[in-house]
């Protein structure tokens, strides 16, 4: 009965001192999700951040695709090692100047042409694909303009964060 009487009794009644409730961690975890991601309450960053997305989702399947395709037609892993070549070399040599790039032109603009001028160079490999008329050097080619583009929206996307974020936004 004594214990039956202990375990009926508030904590305080016990001891003497008052008890705190304890804290589900609720509001503790929706303090932290949203200084987290205050950023994405931004219409434009939000856009953005899908945008991000979406390409880098593209230009990975590009790639992995164009290097199936480039097996595919030749065997060889030469061939595979040719047309990434492509775009290892556009992003080594275009990176060092794309910074530059983003801070004299208008980041919006560039964007959308950049985005568009990799969607037109997808569309058109899906279409030598489809029509049988892909080649090594065409792969290749499509392989160095789509690391072109992404060399320079990496550091123009970056930017373009800077001019959409409000301060208090930038550090997530």
Known sequence: AMAQERTERPPEA???TPVRPRSRGGAAVAN????????????????LWIGTFLN??????????QSVVAFDLTGSNRAVGAVMLGQGLSLLLISPFAGALA????????????????????????????????????LAVSSFIAGTMFAVIRPVRNAYIGELATPDQRGN
Do not use: E, H, Y
Not at 32 to 47: E, H, K, Q
Not at 56 to 65: E, H, L, Y
């Open 14 to 16: 016990l001891t003497g």
């Open 32 to 47: 932290w999700w949203n200084r987290t991601f205050d950023s994405m309450s931004n219409r434009n960053l939000r856009i």
């Open 56 to 65: 880098f989702a593209g230009v990975t399947m590009n790639g992995t695709a």
């Open 103 to 138: 801070d004299r032109f208008s980041k919006r603009t560039m964007l959308v042409v950049r985005q568009l001028i990799l969607g037109a160079t997808f569309g058109f490999v899906g279409f030598a694909i489809a029509t049988s008329i892909v080649s090594i050097p065409m």
